[in-house]
């Protein structure tokens, strides 16, 4: 059931549990200016910052319908249990050593489970999280300072790190952040019915996710077919991709972290744009407030200096951004104001024949914010004021809000370095509906998640994964029913023949043509083990390389595969989110040298397949490499397809590994395979 969190998230009466904490919440309330009502219970006090303590939450006037309550973790239990028999409207539970600790040995799990089953509907936040900031209604219930002001919209930003949230509102970057709010363990409400909850708010502009376990993927998936539904976009961080990372997520907020390719996958099939640091999570949303997701990828530069032309030119190599050519209209524009020397181009540098000319500066901005381009950069870097004096850029600055005012056209203004552009000034230009952008790296990353957002908003078809859940109990099938479970769907094999012992291999050999190759099986790596001996070329060979072999429990033998044009490895994880990837990449001996491989979420489209190979460094070969035979590439598409059936058809399927399929001038033929399976 989704909790209902508008009373939590909009309090018009807010309740206290606890010393200290609670204190530092009413002195957090009474500095944004909550107007509404304060109750501090507390059985040894008489009042907490003037307002006048309850002894005992029996006494509280009516049911709050927010609470903080920052007391141990038994009695949170406690407190809780009764908020929710009362009809209070949700809860913010501050203590930790639940699920998060319960690596120690602490009971942590139970409790967090007791705290659960307390709540029943009552939403709560928590446990181990410092709560909410709504900056739209003046609401901090939260224990600690933090740096977000007032506004009257902005973007929600959601995670479950209460001190990185805490870092995120002391930006100095002209962000308004609408709301933040903190998950901690997801115990009960997840980051996803927060955001889900917070896009419905016509104030917020888009929501930011800081994601270290995903919990409910379908709760997510939901999420964010609702985000597209309201073009709002998504953006997220997710942590926990390093070991080290991993152990840390599993003991601050008890969430498994899948693995970095399955995650990213994920959101991307989803229609979440990742980030990977702070400072372009913060630039992307900023630009999604301002200018909303980018319809497309034309993107026009104006500086006075040749070099920021060109660095700004260099750094978008490799992204979605395209500086198209001005139009010949435009430039004949450019031209009449600039003169014969200045060459007009995109990116154009407009030198500083006219700087200090504000009409004619304004002028120039004009022309290319008449150019029809998705968004318009300015880039200029005012001086700071203690050190300069920063008048002489006043003209400038005129200029770009005139040419504003005068275009209907997206515009940000960017300072090559993040510290380069006050606060001060960052807020003077949003309240012109011109974007702020700190720093030159960060802010092309911004615009290609912002084009990417654009992207996903403008998508015809909805996304689709396959999500299988795991039981403990599992089975591995021999390479023989591997590939003759494979088989079925399409996969074209070596002919190959199995026996049970020593005395069957003179058997089945007779109807193999030679050179044959010899697999023994029940052996997880045979290559290893010495279990794998190729190009036998006579039925005596056979024999006398299947009597090497030991602690086998059967054989295979196949008919030898001409040399291919490249072995290629086809695979299927079932991750720790319960979402199914499909990896491709350079196989055989080269999988663990080239570690060269891309993942996709099960099912994965025909192109979507080919554009992932596009982008491996297997490519080339595949291609031709240096006058060779180029690969058939449509029957490698069709033997991935094949082994991404097998998954679609097969339910209790962990993972499956086809390494190598021999990409083949004509053809592909796959020449190892397994298979594990729940049992």
Sequence with gaps: MKPDLSRLLNPKSIALFGGAWAENVILQLQKSGFDGDI???????????????????????????????GVNRELTIEVIKTLSKMGAGGATCFASGFSESESEGTGGADLQQRLIEAAGDMPILGPNCYGLLNYLDNVTLWPDQHGGRSCEKGVAIIGQSSNVL????????????????AAGNQA?????????????????????????????????????AKARKLHKPIVAIKTGKSEKSKLATLTHTASLAGSAAAASALMKRLGIVEVESIA????????????????????????????????????????????????????????????PIVTVSNPLDYHTFIWGDEEKMAGIYSAVLNDQYDLNILI?????????????????LAALIKANSRCNANVAMLATLPENLSEALSDKLLSHGICPMHGM???????????????????????????????????VLDEGQSKSALARHGLSFPKMATAANLNEVQEVIRSLSFPVVLKGLGIAHKSEAGAVV????????????????????????EEMVATPVAEVLVGITRDTTGVMML?????????????????????????????????????????????????????????????????????????????????????????????????
């Design 583 to 679: 990896t491709v990449g350079s196989g055989g001996v080269l999988t663990e040298l080239l570690e060269d491989t891309a993942s996709l979420i099960v099912p994965s489209g025909r192109k979507e397949i080919a554009q992932a190979i596009k982008g491996l460094k297997l490519a080339k070969l595949l291609e031709g490499y240096r006058g060779k035979p180029a690969a058939d590439m449509d029957a490698l598409l069709d033997t991935i397809m094949a082994v991404q059936s097998f998954c679609l058809n097969s339910q209790d399927l962990i993972e499956l590994d086809v390494n190598p399929i021999m990409a083949l001038e004509n053809g592909a033929m796959a020449v190892d395979a397994l298979v594990r399976i729940q049992a």
């Design 166 to 181: 805490i870092n995120m509102t002391m930006q100095k970057r002209g962000l308004p952040i609408a709301y933040t709010v």
């Design 280 to 339: 372009v999570f913060l630039e992307t949303l900023k630009l999604l407030h301002t200018c909303g997701p980018l319809e497309g990828n034309a993107i026009a530069s104006m500086s006075c200096s040749g070099g920021e032309a060109g660095l700004v030119s260099d750094m978008a190599e490799g992204t979605k951004i395209r500086f198209r050519d001005i139009s010949s209209k435009q430039t004949d524009i450019l031209k009449g104001i600039l003169g």
């Design 380 to 396: 200029m870097d005012i001086p700071p004021e203690d050190r300069c004096d920063p008048s002489a850029w006043d003209s400038a």
């Design 534 to 557: 190729l190009n036998l070329e006579t039925p005596d060979a056979v024999h006398a390389a299947a009597s090497t072999m030991k602690g086998v429990t059967g054989f295979l033998v």
């Design 188 to 224: 009960q409400t997840q980051l996803s019915d927060i955001a889900s909850h917070l896009l419905e708010d016509n104030r917020v502009t888009a929501v930011g996710l800081y994601i270290e376990g995903f919990g409910d993927i379908r709760k997510l998936e939901a999420l964010a």
């Design 441 to 475: 790296e960060e802010m092309i990353l911004a615009i290609d998640a912002a084009i990417q957002a654009g992207e996903i908003m403008n998508a015809d078809s909805e996304p689709v994964f396959l999500s299988i859940q795991e039981n403990e109990a599992f089975k």
């Design 39 to 69: 109750w501090p219970v507390h059985p040894k006090r008489e009042s907490i910052c003037g307002i006048q303590c309850y002894a005992d939450i029996g006494d509280l006037p009516k049911a709050p319908d927010a609470s903080f309550v």
